[in-house]
C-alpha cells in the first residue's frame, strides 16, 4: 500500500491518501516526473532523475513482494506462509502415498487368494475326471446300490472342497471390491490433488514472469542510473587529470603513439624512422556509441545454458570489430616481445614473456560488448612493420566449431595461436572458455614457449555494472631448456582487491626463482625468492628481495567509445591493399562504427545468410573448407595439431593476387 502524508510529522497520524500497489501502474513522464495510477492517478515529482530512478525501482520492489495468491492457498513472500504451502504439498503427497499403499495391500490379497481359488478349481477338476473315467456297467433303470463305507470318505473330499471353492471365491469378491474402491479413492484423491498442484503452479509460474519483467525494469533503470552518474562525474573531473587518471585521446595521432620507443633501453629509436612513423597517419577516433536502450533480458533468459557461439544476437550488444580483430589486440604490448628478444639468458626473457601474457588480459577489463563471429574464411591483417616492427595475419578456418588462427612476427620473433571458445549462459553471469594453444618463439636463444588462456567470466549480466573476471590457472612452459611459470588468475574476493595474479618462476631444476605478483588488468612486478617457507596451506609462501617493475598499463581515454585503447581504434581503418576477405570490409561492423544499428542488424543477417547458403552447398558436393592461409599441422614440442601459417600471404598481398580468397561478403 503506498500512503501519502504531507509532511514527515503527519507519518504518526492518518494519511491523506492511499493506493493499491498490487495493480498500479507505474509510468515515466519525464526525467523528474513520474505517475502511478491505480483507482486513482498520482502525479509525483522527485528532487533528481537519480531520485526518481530510486522510487520507480523501490515501487516496482514493493509490488512485486505483494503478488496476489490463488483463493484455495495463502501464498506469500514471508517464510510463514512459504512453510504452509510445503506443508500442505507435502499432506498431500503423505496422502497419496497412503492410497497407493492401501492398493498394493489389495492387490497382494487379490494375487493370494486367486492362487488359492486356483488350486482348489484344479484339485476338483482332478475329481471330476476321475468319476468320468470311471466304469458304469450297471442297468440303466437298475436300483442304485447302497453306498459303500469306502464311497463315504470320497463324498466328504468332494463336499468340503466345493465349500472352499465357495469361500475363496467370497474372499475374492470382497478383495476385488476393495481394490475397485480404493481406486476410486486414489483417483479422487489425485485428480483433486492434480487441481491444487495446478493452482500452485500457476501462482509461480505468474510470481516468475512478474519477477522477470522486474528484472528487466531493474536493468533498465540501473543502466539510466549509472549513464547519469558517468556523465555527472565526467563533468566535475572535466579539465582535471593526474598520473593515475585517464586523459583524453587527440583526434589525430601518428603511428609513433603505439610504440615510438626502442624495445630495450627505452630511448627514442632512429630520427629517420621517427619521422618515418610521423609520415603515416592512423587514426584515433570512432563516432561515438549511440545511446540506444538494450533490453538485455529479453535476449538471454532463452539461452541459460546454451553455447552462445551458435546463437546470433543483435548487434545492440556488439563492438565494432571483430573476433579476429580482438584476438589481434592482444598484441598491443609487443614491445615486450621486442625486449625478450633481446634477453641474453632463458633467465631473463622468461619474466618479459610472462609480463606479455598477462597484459593481453589488460584490454579485456571493461570490454563487455560481443565481437562480432567471424565468417568462415574471413581474414584480418594489421602490417606496422615499417613503423614499429610488427605484422600479423590471421583467419577464421572454421566455422563449427569456430576457431580462429593467427600468426604474428617481430623482431626476432614468431607467434603462433589457435583460438577456440564455448560460451554458456548461466543466468547470473557469461562464461566463456578458451580452447586452443598459443606457441612463441624466439631465434637468438632458440627458445620455444607455449600457454594457454584461462576462463572468463563476464558478471552482472542482467542487473549491475557488467565486469569482467579471469578465473584459473595456467602454466607457461618453455619447452627447450625446461623453464616454466605457474600462473594462477585468483577470484575475487571481498577481503582483497580484484584481478590479481600470482606467478612462480621455476628454472629447468624446478626450483622457484622469482615471484610474479600484480593485477592483470593494470601491473605486473617481480621479486628473486631468496628462501622458500614451508606452509600448513595450500599456497606456499616466500621471502623474497625488492621486486622490480615488469609492465604497467598504459593510460585510456575515458571518453573512449567501447573502451577502445588506440591499438584497437587504429584496427579498423580503411586500407584498399588488405585481402577482399578482411574484416575491414564488414559492412555490418562499419554500419555499427558510424551508429547504423539498424541497417548493421540487417546487414549482419545477410552476411549469415549467404554463409548458410554457401555451407550448404559444400555439404551438397560433399566437400570441405579449405584454409586459404594456414594449414593443420603437429608441433614438434607439444605434438598437438593446430593451425600454421602458410606463409604465402605477404606474397600474394606484393602483388596484389587475391585469385584464392573466396566471396564472403
Not at 632512429?270 to 603515416?280: F, G, Q, R, T, W
Request: include cysteine; glycine fraction near 2%; proline fraction near 4%.
Amino acid at each position: 500500500m503506498l500512503s501519502y502524508y504531507r509532511t514527515e510529522e503527519e507519518i504518526t497520524r492518518s494519511c491523506r491518501g492511499k493506493l493499491n500497489l498490487q495493480n498500479c501502474a507505474i509510468t515515466s513522464e519525464d526525467h523528474i516526473c513520474f505517475t502511478v495510477s491505480a483507482s486513482q492517478t498520482w502525479h509525483l515529482k522527485a528532487t533528481s532523475e537519480t531520485d526518481k530512478l530510486r522510487w520507480i525501482t523501490t515501487l516496482e520492489e514493493s509490488r512485486l513482494r505483494i503478488t496476489p495468491a490463488p483463493a484455495s492457498i495463502q501464498y506469500g513472500d514471508n517464510d510463514v506462509n512459504r512453510h504452509n504451502v510445503k506443508n500442505q504439498v507435502q499432506s498431500s503427497l503423505n496422502f497419496l502415498q497412503t492410497k497407493l499403499e492401501n492398493l498394493t495391500t489389495c492387490q497382494d490379497l487379490i494375487c493370494k487368494h486367486h492362487q488359492a481359488l486356483q488350486r482348489h478349481l484344479n484339485e476338483l477338476d482332478r475329481y471330476c475326471t476321475k468319476l468320468e473315467e470311471a466304469p458304469s456297467s450297471a442297468p440303466l433303470f437298475s436300483v442304485p446300490p447302497s453306498p459303500s463305507k469306502s464311497d463315504a470318505p470320497q463324498e466328504n473330499n468332494i463336499s468340503n472342497l466345493v465349500k472352499s471353492i465357495k469361500e475363496r471365491a467370497t474372499l475374492f469378491r470382497i478383495t476385488s471390491s476393495a481394490m475397485v474402491s480404493a481406486c476410486v479413492e486414489y483417483a479422487n484423491a489425485a485428480q483433486d490433488q492434480s487441481a491444487e498442484w495446478e493452482r500452485i503452479f500457476n501462482h509461480e509460474q505468474a510470481c516468475l514472469t512478474q519477477y522477470e519483467d522486474a528484472l528487466e525494469c531493474l536493468a533498465k533503470q540501473n543502466s539510466q542510473l549509472e549513464i547519469l552518474v558517468v556523465d555527472k562525474v565526467a563533468n566535475h573531473d572535466d579539465g582535471e587529470c593526474s598520473d593515475d587518471e585517464f586523459f583524453d585521446a587527440k583526434n589525430e595521432v601518428t603511428a609513433s603513439s603505439l610504440r615510438l620507443f626502442d624495445n630495450t633501453s627505452g630511448n627514442l629509436g632512429d630520427e629517420n624512422e621517427v619521422l618515418k612513423m610521423a609520415s603515416k597517419k592512423i587514426r584515433s577516433t570512432i563516432p561515438p556509441k549511440p545511446d540506444m536502450p538494450q533490453n538485455l533480458w529479453a535476449i538471454l533468459k532463452s539461452f541459460v545454458g546454451k553455447d552462445l557461439s551458435r546463437i546470433a544476437l543483435p548487434v545492440n550488444f556488439s563492438e565494432p570489430l571483430s573476433s579476429l580483430q580482438r584476438l589481434a589486440e592482444s598484441l598491443q604490448y609487443y614491445h615486450l616481445l621486442d625486449r625478450a628478444a633481446c634477453s641474453t639468458s632463458v633467465e631473463e626473457q622468461i619474466l618479459h614473456v610472462a609480463a606479455f601474457v598477462v597484459s593481453t588480459y589488460s584490454t579485456s577489463r571493461d570490454k563487455v560488448s560481443k565481437p562480432f563471429n567471424p565468417l568462415l574464411g574471413e581474414t584480418f591483417e594489421f602490417d606496422l612493420s615499417k613503423e614499429v616492427g610488427i605484422r600479423l595475419i590471421s583467419e577464421q578456418v572454421s566455422h563449427h566449431p569456430p576457431i580462429s588462427a593467427l600468426h604474428a612476427e617481430g623482431r626476432g620473433w614468431k607467434m603462433h595461436e589457435e583460438l577456440s571458445m564455448t560460451s554458456q549462459f548461466r543466468g547470473k553471469c557469461l562464461q566463456i572458455t578458451p580452447l586452443g594453444e598459443t606457441h612463441l618463439i624466439f631465434e637468438n636463444t632458440k627458445t620455444h614457449y607455449s600457454w594457454r588462456k584461462v576462463v572468463t567470466l563476464v558478471n552482472n549480466v542482467i542487473v549491475g555494472w557488467p565486469w569482467i573476471e579471469h578465473v584459473g590457472e595456467f602454466t607457461i612452459t618453455e619447452h627447450n631448456k625446461k623453464h616454466s611459470v605457474n600462473f594462477n588468475f585468483l577470484p575475487h574476493s571481498y577481503l582483497a582487491t580484484a584481478h590479481r595474479v600470482r606467478g612462480i618462476v621455476k628454472n629447468s631444476d624446478r626450483k622457484s626463482t622469482h615471484l610474479l605478483t600484480g593485477w592483470w588488468d593494470s601491473r605486473l612486478e617481480s621479486a628473486p625468492i631468496t628462501q622458500e617457507l614451508s606452509s600448513n596451506s595450500s599456497q606456499t609462501e616466500y621471502v623474497t628481495d625488492s621486486s622490480t617493475l615488469l609492465w604497467k598499463k598504459d593510460a585510456v581515454s575515458a571518453n573512449s567509445p567501447y573502451y577502445f585503447t588506440p591499438f584497437a581504434i587504429a584496427m579498423n581503418a580503411k586500407d584498399p591493399t588488405v585481402a577482399p576477405t578482411d574484416s575491414r570490409y564488414r559492412t555490418d561492423i562499419r554500419m555499427l562504427e558510424e551508429g547504423n544499428w539498424e541497417e548493421a542488424n540487417q546487414e549482419k543477417l545477410r552476411l549469415e545468410s549467404k554463409q548458410r547458403v554457401q555451407r550448404c552447398l559444400l555439404e551438397e558436393t560433399g566437400e570441405c573448407y579449405s584454409p586459404k592461409w594456414f594449414s593443420l599441422r603437429t608441433v614438434s614440442n607439444t605434438n598437438s595439431d593446430l593451425y600454421l601459417y602458410d606463409g604465402d600471404y605477404w606474397t600474394c598481398k606484393k602483388v596484389a593476387d587475391w585469385k584464392r580468397c573466396p566471396s564472403i561478403f
